[in-house]
C-alpha cells in the first residue's frame, strides 16, 4: 500500500526532495567505485508499492490483507478488476539518473509474481491469469524504461522464493511473460527477504534453478548472509550470476578480504567472466555511513579478486 507518512518532507517540495536524494545516491555510488548505478530508489517507499499502486484494478483506499514474508498478515492493494498499466511509472526515474551519471544505469521493477502475492484478489478467482496480466503491465514499463535510457532493468521477484509451489506452476511463465519482446539486459532478483526482519536464513534456496528457464539474462542472488552453498549456481549455465557478498544483518562492515572470500567460494561453480559482484539485497535499513562502507568494500574486494585472475 501506500505509505505516505513516511515521507519528511511536505507534498509541495517532495519531488524536488526526491531529486535531491536521488543526487545524493548516485554520487555515494560513484565515491565508492561502483560501475553500474541505481537511483537509489529514492522515490519508493517500499521495492514494490510504487509501481503495483500505480495500476488499474487495484483498490488502494479500501486494503485487503495478505501475509508478508515473516507470515504476519499485512495491508494489500485489493484487486476489484482487470489489471492495466495506465501509464509509465519509473521513466522519468530513469531519465533524471541517465542525465546524472555518465555510468551504466540499471532500474527495478517489481515482479509479476510477487506483487500477485501482494494483493487480495477479489475479481479474477485465478492466481495464474492475474500473474499474466501484471506480466503484461510490466513486460509495458520494462520496454518504456529501456527505450528511456536504461542500460540494465531487473525484475524483483522475492516471493519466487517463499512460495516454491506457486512459483512452479506459473512463476517462470510470468517472469518470461513479463520479458517478452525485450531486448536489453535482463535481471531477476531473488532473495530470502530484508535482513530487518528475516534473521535466520537457509543456506540454499527453494526455488533457483528453474530460473535457467526464464528469458533474463542475468540471476541475482542473495548469498552472503545465508551462507549459501553455491554449488547450485552450476544449474544456472547460461546466466550470469549478480552474486550477493554483502551481508545486510550486520552492521559491521566487511573488510575486502571477506569480500573477495565470498566470491572465491563461487568461482568453482561459475566462471569469473559470468559473475557480477552486488549487495545480497536493498541497502535500505542501513545507516548512511555503514552502507557506503559496505559499497567501498564490494568494490575493494571484486579488485583483489580480479588482480588474483589478471594472467600473469
Request: proline share 6%.
Amino acid at each position: 500500500m501506500r505509505v505516505k507518512e513516511l515521507w519528511r518532507v511536505a507534498p509541495e517540495w517532495l519531488e524536488q526532495a526526491q531529486d535531491d536524494a536521488t543526487l545524493l545516491a548516485i554520487r555515494a555510488q560513484e565515491a565508492a567505485g561502483l560501475d553500474i548505478i541505481t537511483d537509489g530508489e529514492q522515490r519508493r517507499e517500499s521495492y514494490s508499492n510504487r509501481f503495483a499502486t500505480a495500476l488499474e484494478g487495484v483498490d488502494i483506499d479500501n486494503p485487503g490483507m495478505a501475509p508478508g514474508r515473516s507470515g504476519r498478515p499485512q495491508p494489500v492493494p485489493r484487486v476489484v478488476g482487470r489489471i492495466r498499466r495506465r501509464h509509465a511509472v519509473e521513466v522519468r526515474d530513469v531519465e533524471f539518473l541517465r542525465a546524472n551519471t555518465d555510468r551504466r544505469i540499471k532500474m527495478t521493477v517489481p515482479g509479476p509474481f510477487t506483487m500477485t502475492q501482494q494483493t487480495q484478489d477479489d475479481h479474477y478467482k485465478d492466481e495464474a491469469a492475474l500473474a499474466m496480466d501484471y506480466a503484461a503491465a510490466v513486460n509495458a514499463e520494462i520496454k518504456d524504461l529501456f527505450a528511456a535510457g536504461a542500460d540494465i532493468v531487473q525484475i524483483d521477484e522475492p516471493y519466487l522464493q517463499s512460495k516454491p509451489d506457486k512459483a512452479r506452476a506459473y512463476g517462470v511463465q510470468a517472469v518470461n511473460r513479463a520479458l517478452d519482446g525485450v531486448t536489453g539486459t535482463t535481471v531477476v532478483h531473488m532473495c530470502f527477504g530484508y535482513a530487518a526482519f528475516i534473521r535466520d536464513k537457509p543456506a540454499g534456496y527453494s526455488f533457483l534453478p528453474e530460473l535457467e528457464a526464464t528469458r533474463a539474462k542475468q540471476i541475482s542472488i542473495e548469498a552472503a548472509q545465508p551462507k549459501l552453498d553455491c554449488a547450485v549456481l552450476a544449474k544456472l549455465p547460461s546466466k550470469t550470476i549478480l552474486l550477493g557478498v554483502i551481508d545486510l544483518a550486520d552492521m559491521s562492515v566487511e573488510t575486502p578480504e571477506i569480500v573477495a572470500a565470498r566470491i572465491r567460494r563461487a568461482l568453482p561453480h561459475v566462471p569469473a567472466e559470468r559473475i557480477i559482484v552486488a549487495p545480497d539485497c536493498g541497502l535500505k535499513y542501513l545507516p548512511r555511513d555503514i552502507a557506503f562502507g559496505k559499497m567501498k568494500a564490494m568494490v575493494d574486494g571484486a579488485a583483489i579478486v580480479r588482480r588474483e585472475l589478471a594472467p600473469r
